[in-house]
């Protein structure tokens, strides 16, 4: 008699509806493991720098002010200007930047 139980079991068509919502509900789970893990999430700080690609011909500057998103992609040109010295930077042993002005 027992057995006739586990073949109706078997057959339920409620089971597999189950198994679909436990799939789904892991997919979830881990979408939101991705969106919470990317800096330019709509949750993260109020201002992010994203740099792709750095250095090279093809790279872009994504940054993140509040709710707005500004986006720079690089020409492969070098930049070029008018204008004058300023001053001189020096790096100190622990890490720090001075910045000393021209006269």
Excluded: C, W
Aim: charged fraction near 25%.
């Amino acid at each position: 008699m027992m057995r006739f139980l586990d073949d109706d079991e078997a057959n339920d068509p409620m089971l597999s509806v189950v198994n679909l919502i436990d799939l789904f509900l892991v997919i979830i789970g881990m979408l939101m493991v991705v969106i919470a893990q990317n800096p330019l999430n709509p949750f993260s700080q109020d201002r992010v720098v994203v740099v792709e690609n750095p250095g090279e011909s093809h790279m872009r500057i994504t940054i993140k002010d509040g709710q707005e998103l500004k986006r720079y992609e690089s020409s492969g040109k070098v930049g070029e200007g008018e204008g004058s010295r300023a001053g001189v930077t020096y790096r100190l042993d622990d890490g720090r930047m001075i910045y000393v002005p021209e006269k």
